[in-house]
């Protein structure tokens, strides 16, 4: 994902306090390293919506540090502290958002990064898996392992779905008629789920 206007940040937590969803401790930056070796190197940039490449004979690892303001990281999902109810509705998505871009509207992002990691399933008098809704910007989705709760079948490890702008999409059939008509208890049914 490339956005153009902002960047990404932990988004706000408001009443969920101070700990909770991604937390700024489990990203991690690289530790500074010095590599002088001779060797045939090809750097690929990526400028306006083109691709240039600069040929090298030498590493292009040979700095000691970088300076200024950004640094790459990684992030492991398993450490996603998630938000649920305990007592009936299923929550709105955005509790699961582990990045936002905002824009100078608030309220308002140019992209979130969500997970649905594994989680206990308690709500009562609800209909559990996501329900049918529409976003007001385009919704890219990708099941990275286990089986996703609003379809069981058809959507595998390593697919994805995209949702343009306001199209509405829910469950499947299957998923919806097995929701509505079975006993509610606690499960954790989802612990094997990993989406993004």
Not at 66 to 87: E, I, Q
Not at 144 to 162: C, M, N, P, Q
Request: net charge negative.
């Amino acid at each position: 994902v490339e956005v153009f206007d902002g960047h990404f940040v932990l988004p706000d937590l408001g009443p969920i306090g101070a700990n909770g969803l991604a937390n700024p401790r489990d990203f991690l930056t690289p530790v500074a390293a010095y590599e002088d070796r001779k060797c045939d190197f090809t750097v690929v940039n990526k400028f306006q919506g083109l691709l240039f490449k600069a040929k090298k004979n030498f590493s292009p690892f040979n700095v000691v540090a970088w300076h200024g303001n950004y640094a790459p990281y990684k992030y492991n999902l398993d450490h996603f502290c998630t938000v649920n109810s305990v007592s009936f509705d299923h929550m709105d998505p955005s509790i699961f958002t582990v990045l936002t871009c905002p824009t100078v509207n608030p309220g308002t992002a140019c992209i979130d990064f969500v997970i649905f990691p594994g989680r206990w399933v308690v709500q009562e008098h609800t209909f559990r898996p996501p329900y049918y809704h529409r976003n007001c910007m385009s919704e890219f989705m990708g099941l990275i392992r286990g089986v996703y709760d609003a379809k069981e079948e058809g959507f595998t490890s390593g697919g994805a779905s995209l949702h343009s702008c306001m199209t509405p999409h829910g469950p499947d059939a299957g998923t919806f008629e097995k929701a509505s008509n079975c006993l509610l208890y606690t499960s954790d049914a989802a612990d094997e789920e990993d989406s993004v």
